[in-house]
């Protein structure tokens, strides 16, 4: 072989397990999400999570929900980064101030458990971390099932309040509306109808329930469920800083069961998309299943629930570990893509 051709190939297999290394060290920097990502790093973190939580929800029972409707407020919109919980700049309004996250509050717990997290181990644990093990943990305070979630989210510097409502299923949309937003982030439809199976807990304001009641009441609501709507909603535009609300489920209201999906089949759903969930037929086989079996129902909760909280995440080296959930870090070296 002549010895021009041998340097050449030599170079070549040189430059092969460069390329290889770089792959691999890229890999290894960023592994993704993964089981128990802070073991190493933060052996307590989970724990001291957990502990938060159930600590809050002694106090305050309505924590658990606000857990719940986080996950979804946060990692509906493009990826789980934790944007929903920042405040509002000069620059940009913030995720949680615009009208869709009407209602959604306790933000300031968030933080309560973040600065348990910091002084177990600071700047570690990410805030779109603690917000999807907060839902985990909310899920089981409400009677729910545990959930195994991965780990190893970082933060977004930015909120994504100008494309809330691209992202975000509505209660008042279609239900074909909501089965392609799910869908875009590989959620199916028995997902979906396990997923609107949170309803089963909390309460929906009487701002969102009011154009089913005045001037005239929706007639399919089931008649025996209209007295206590309107006797709970006696405006028909109601004060928005009133607490004035409907409990979601009257029979178990704390407790994430199936009962939910027997109420809706009785033509008690508050909402819209409650009343589409178990009339349309692409839904109606999962909810009747769903209201015969909370097994079934469990299961799939869980797989949407993971499904949910893998959207589209920041990890590695990409997006930071905040400080404070409220605010972006003031130093930073990359920008998030």
């Not at 615009?98 to 306790?106: M, P, W």
Request: with cysteine; proline share 5%; aromatic share 8%.
């Amino acid at each position: 072989m002549a010895p021009r051709v041998f340097l050449f190939l030599v170079l070549l297999s040189f430059s092969a397990v460069s390329m290889l290394s770089v792959v691999f060290a890229d890999e290894e920097q960023d592994p993704g999400l993964v089981m128990n990502y802070y073991k190493e790093t933060c052996p307590q973190a989970e724990e001291v999570i957990r502990e938060q939580v159930k600590l809050l929800y002694k106090r305050h029972k309505n924590t658990a929900f606000s857990w719940l409707r986080n996950i979804f407020h946060d990692c509906a919109v493009q990826r789980c980064d934790a944007s929903l919980l920042l405040d509002s700049t000069r620059r940009s309004l913030s995720e949680k101030e615009t009208d869709r996250s009407f209602g959604l509050r306790n933000f300031r717990y968030i933080e309560t458990i973040k600065e348990a997290v910091e002084r177990e181990c600071p700047g570690v644990v990410s805030c779109a971390d603690i917000l999807v093990l907060s839902a985990r943990d909310g899920i089981v305070s409400l009677g729910g099932p545990h959930i195994a979630l991965k780990t190893g989210r970082r933060d977004g510097r930015r909120s994504r309040a100008e494309v809330l409502e691209q992202y975000l299923p509505d209660h008042n949309e279609s239900i074909s509306s909501v089965l392609d937003k799910f869908g875009a982030m590989g959620i199916d439809t028995p997902g979906v109808v396990a997923l609107l199976g949170a309803h089963s807990v909390g309460r929906t304001h009487c701002v969102k329930l009011v154009h089913r009641l005045y001037p005239e009441v929706d007639p399919v609501i089931n008649p025996d469920h209209v007295p206590h709507m309107l006797k709970k909603c006696p405006d028909s535009i109601p004060d928005p800083k009133a607490v004035q609300y409907v409990r979601n489920d009257r029979g178990t209201p704390m407790v994430l069961d199936n009962n939910y999906y027997r109420n809706i089949l009785d033509n008690k759903g508050l909402l819209i998309v409650d009343h589409q969930l178990a009339t349309d037929k692409r839904t109606k086989p999962y909810v009747k299943k769903m209201a015969k079996s909370q097994e079934y129902f469990f299961k799939e909760f869980s797989r949407a629930i993971t499904l949910l909280s893998e959207n589209n995440p920041l990890t590695g080296t990409k997006g930071e570990i905040r400080k404070q959930c409220s605010v972006a870090n003031k130093m930073h070296h990359e920008e998030e893509p």
